[in-house]
């Protein structure tokens, strides 16, 4: 392992080694937090059992539904606004305070807007998500070489397939950062939302569990919700770093 | 009439006669292939700074086959008017014309450029970079790869067909670049300084794959270069350039034969003929580059 890869393991192990330590030697109540070892055994029980399989699909579909709607949602509009440079300087200072607004504050005109199923938290997600794919795309859009543009227009190019064959391509790794943040956004919109009113999902549970100090299933909840999201996060940094190092001098 | 309307009208004229030349030269077809007249190109003023004219007016006529090059000095509007010719910009007054039709907002079918920057996709592969015309055009797969097969071999990209830009040096980018272009036969190639980015001996080189290309397919060439001894070893004629706003100051003829190479630069007639153009460049890029004249 690399000098590297050794520290950041243990910028992992050594802090969880040291919590372990500290809930076994009693330190630390078990009423506030079980050792890591315990969240893991649960976890593994829990899984094994399949009890709340509903609601981790329930929230891993929703987060999946609000991730592919941002990305989308968030490309077409960039590309727009930065082919209506007079709309894009009147939307510019909204966009950079819009994430100063409480997404939550509106859960529930959502509530109005969408019912009592999934579609609030989808919502919640997507708003807290879409506004990073925007700014990103609009940034690499920003710094697309013009002969590359030039280019694409000596081979005749319409101005959608410049949009999808150069402008895009070309602003690829900065639309990759957009889209990394636009993952972790919809999870913490998602789970946080179903914190607030939902019936189901990994956020109710662990709101449930919370309430009724159960920390045998709020912890492995917990560590089911850091695994998932950093198990995706790592995937995208590798692809993205696959996709970067083509591009590398 | 001012001074700088009986330049153009003698440049014109001038142009005309250089016309007659070319078209009497061996090898060389008789039509006019790209037209300039009265071209001129004012930038539009923009906050603070006022508007700029960057060329012209200029009037010139490119006859079909013929290896034409322009040099001038810094920001005296070559580019602009590579520019113009290829419907990337439109002149703000006058009109171009390429193969009789005006040049009107977009790119003519048969024009080909080569930028003086780095113009390679660098998400695609050398072999997809110079394909990517062809796909375009929707050609055959098995004639793209039997064109783009040809182009690496003969740029020397044999070994690198799979790499990515970023793993070539700048003067192998700028050669997929040239075979970006070449592939798509173009009857009218434009030439922004291509080979800038090229070491002198590899500049050399290039510019005998060049003109044997242009004996090979027939295509009218553009050539903008800053380097007056590529111009005078590659061109058949060369516009000289007066600094901003940039109109021709002369049109020399160099005279070479169709079948010269990189070794006439060792030609008396060759020192000659940079010779000439640096006596007419001397005092418009001392002006271009802001020098008070008593510096001179």
Redesign the interface.
Same mark, same amino acid.
């Given at each position: 392992m690399s000098k590297i890869g050794l520290v950041r393991t243990a910028a992992i192990v050594l802090p969880v080694g040291a919590l372990e330590l500290l809930c076994r030697f009693g330190t630390i109540s078990p009423i506030t937090i079980i050792p890591p070892s315990e969240m893991v055994r649960s976890l593994y029980f829990i899984l094994l059992a399949g009890q709340y399989q509903a609601d981790i699909t329930a929230t891993l579909s929703n987060v999946l539904v609000s991730i592919v709607a941002a990305m989308l949602a968030g490309l077409i509009v960039a590309t727009l606004l930065e082919s209506l440079p007079a709309i894009r300087r009147i939307f510019d200072p909204l966009f950079a305070t819009y994430y100063s607004v409480p997404i939550y504050a509106f859960y529930p005109l959502m509530i109005v807007l969408f019912g009592l199923g999934d579609l609030p938290q989808i919502a919640i997600g997507f708003l807290l998500a879409v506004m990073a794919v925007i700014i990103n795309t609009l940034n690499g859009l920003d710094r697309v070489p013009q002969v590359l543009i030039k280019v694409s227009r000596v081979h005749r190019l319409s101005y959608l397939k410049i949009a999808l064959q150069v402008r895009l391509p070309s602003a690829a790794p900065y639309i990759f950062t957009g889209f990394k943040l636009a993952v972790a956004y919809s999870f913490v919109g998602i789970i946080g939302a179903e914190f607030i009113t939902s019936s189901r999902g990994i956020g109710y549970q662990i709101s449930y569990a919370y309430n009724n100090f159960d920390n045998r299933l709020m912890y492995p909840l917990i560590l089911l919700v850091l695994v998932v999201v950093t198990t995706v996060n790592m995937s995208l940094y590798v692809w993205e770093q696959h996709l970067l190092a083509r591009r590398r001098t | 009439m001012s001074s700088a309307d009986s330049m153009n009208t003698a440049v014109a004229e001038a142009g005309r006669r250089d016309a007659e030349w070319v078209a009497a030269a061996p090898g060389v077809a008789a039509a006019v292939h790209v037209a300039l007249r009265d071209v001129a190109r004012v930038f539009p003023p923009r906050g603070t700074q006022p508007a700029l004219h960057a060329l012209g007016p200029i009037d010139l006529d490119l006859i079909k086959g013929e290896f034409f090059a322009v040099v001038g000095p810094s920001g005296c509007g070559k580019s602009t008017l590579l520019d113009i010719i @290829?419907?990337?910009v439109p002149p703000s007054s006058g009109q171009a014309t390429f193969e009789g039709r005006p040049v009107l907002g977009?790119?003519p079918?048969g024009?080909?450029?080569v930028?003086q /920057?780095? @113009?390679s996709?660098?998400?695609l592969t050398v072999f997809d970079n110079i394909a990517?015309?062809l796909r /375009?055009r929707k050609r055959p797969e098995a004639e793209i790869k039997e064109a783009v097969d040809y182009a690496v071999g003969f740029m020397g990209l044999s070994d690198f067909s799979g790499a990515?830009p @970023?793993?070539l040096s700048g003067g192998m980018r700028q050669r997929v670049?040239i075979a970006r272009?070449l592939v798509?036969k173009p009857r009218l190639i434009l030439l922004d300084e291509p080979f800038g980015a090229l070491d002198q001996q590899t500049r050399l080189l290039m510019g005998d794959e060049l003109l044997r290309l242009w004996r090979e397919t027939g295509a009218t060439i553009l050539l903008i270069t800053h380097a007056l001894d590529e111009a005078a070893m590659l061109a058949d004629r060369i516009g000289v350039m007066s600094s901003r706003p940039g109109t021709f100051l002369e049109i020399i003829r160099t005279g070479w034969s169709r079948e010269r190479d990189s070794t006439i630069v060792s030609q008396e007639s060759f020192g000659r003929l940079t010779s000439r153009m640096w006596t007419l460049l001397r005092e418009q890029s001392i002006r271009s580059i802001g020098y008070a004249k008593g510096h001179a």
């Open positions: - | @290829a419907g990337l977009q790119v079918d024009v080909g450029v930028f /920057e780095d @113009a996709f660098p998400w990517f015309g /375009e990515y @970023a793993q670049c272009t798509m």
